[in-house]
């Protein structure tokens, strides 16, 4: 997929950009220059090939460095909503903004 100038005048205006013709021609040529970067991606044929969940896994197992999940600090809910003007079951009211 090539584009042309005329698209690249269109994106332009649709991004409200103004584009000089030495502009307009370097976007040209980066953004096909991208297309066909993606063309020779979709070229691979990658049928019976597994997805990695990252770039690393191809070399050597990935663990996820992730701790548990468990609350470290202190439920403070209460102290924290002493100021609040309005609260109703442990939540903040506050003012309607849109009707």
């Known amino acids: 997929m090539a584009l042309t100038h005329q698209e690249i005048g269109r994106i332009a205006h649709l991004a409200r950009l103004e584009l000089s013709d030495d502009e307009s021609g370097h976007m040209l040529t980066q953004l096909n220059g991208f297309f066909d970067i993606v063309e020779q991606i979709r070229a691979v044929d990658t049928s ?5 969940t990252h770039p690393v896994a191809a070399i050597a197992p990935v663990v996820l460095r992730l701790r548990d999940d468990i609350a470290s600090e202190p439920d403070q809910r209460t102290a924290n909503q002493q100021n609040a003007p309005a609260v109703e079951r442990g939540l903040f009211l506050v003012p309607r903004v849109i009707e």
């Open 48 to 52: 019976g090939i597994a997805p990695l």
